[in-house]
């Protein structure tokens, strides 16, 4: 039988990973996305729109990395908790025989 216990630790300890790898790269990209607009403000020429193409594919795909984090961080969390309730009611069941 699975050790539900361990199997929740250890989903746990994914889900608090996930979360400050998230924070992480978040407070990365702001300072990112700021360098950026200050650049692109001063910035111009073939280079610059080159530069500027390469900038927004780069920022959509961190965005949508970003959102998927979060997707997966929320499906994360509810099967945590419908696996600590099946734990407790598994439990309960144990100690009531």
Do not use: C, K
Request: net charge negative.
């Amino acid at each position: 039988m699975t050790d539900t216990r361990r199997l929740l630790a250890n989903l746990s300890e994914y889900e608090q990973a996930l979360i400050r790898q998230m924070e992480t790269l978040r407070s990365h990209h702001e300072p990112l996305r700021l360098a950026w607009q200050q650049l692109h403000e001063v910035y111009a020429g073939s280079a610059a729109e080159h530069f500027a193409e390469a900038w927004r594919r780069a920022d959509d795909g961190f965005v949508h990395y970003l959102e998927d984090g979060i997707a997966v961080q929320e499906q994360l969390r509810r099967g945590i908790e419908s696996l600590r309730i099946l734990d407790t009611a598994s439990h309960n069941r144990v100690d009531d025989e």
